[in-house]
């Protein structure tokens, strides 16, 4: 125990930061988590090399072709390359496959403002790694113990439960449109796992169905969706049934289509500038009832 302690220790102590050019480091491979040139985040990153450099180096792992594989730092290897910087500060580390992806997606997925499809295939892929792992142990040990399920193991990692670590790895099983909705909040989380379960020709389908009644699904809606694919009975006539049904949230709606109003405002309004002056134009007309009434 004693020596294979010291063995960890020596690794540690061996490590050293090198000064890598930024084009001989390239990305993980199937990455989950979006590096945006464009959002407030990057810019501060940017701001920060440009004044005080890098001072966290990344992780990465030496290739056998040649070159590295980036594991920890996307962003601030994308920085330096916004910011015109050749070299950036790296531990170069020996990892194997499932190594690198418990490292990559461990420091990663506490961050904040994670999309629910970064989560999704970032769970996947640790799940998967995990799946591998256990097979190569059992190829190479005869030793019988007791094992943790891999979505439970994934759970105590990452602090969650393992029925969520489950759905949202479902949602990995959507059309990548549907995926991007559920990051846009254009469809809510749980009615998104429910229509994981659906064949890609029938979420093909269902993407027709919410286009023809402008409506996102309900949990009820999406469920009942669910159910007729279980059944077989998920044809687009059946989706474009439910998805037009009136919601009880909608119930106490009023909703005017925009070409309806358009006709009424100049052709450069934005919606917004429609909305705004509509919500005038009534305080006014509310006014000049109040006045009425009181004489």
Known sequence: MQQKANTAKDAQTTEQILNLPVEQIRPFDNHPFQVNDDD????????SIMQVGVLNPVIVRPMEDGGYQMVSGHRRLRACELAGIAT??????????????????????????ILPSERAKAYRMKMDALKHQGKAAEQTSSQIGTKLRTDEQIAREVGSSRNQVQRFIRLTELLPELLDMVDRKEIAFSPAVELSYLKEEEQRLFLEAMDYSQATPSLSQAQRIKKLSQQGACTQDAMFSIMSEEKKSDMD???????????????????LQMQQTIIKLLEQWQKRRQRENSR
Do not use: C, G, W
């Not at 709606?253 to 919606?271: A, E, G």
């Open 40 to 47: 407030e985040l990057m810019q501060q990153t940017i701001d």
């Open 88 to 113: 950036i500060p790296a531990i170069a580390r020996e990892l194997n496959d499932y190594e690198a992806v418990h490292l990559m997606v461990d420091s990663n997925i506490q961050r904040e403002n």
């Open 253 to 271: 709606k009023l909703t005017i289509k925009q070409d309806v109003l358009r006709k009424y405002f100049p052709k450069s309004y934005t919606p």
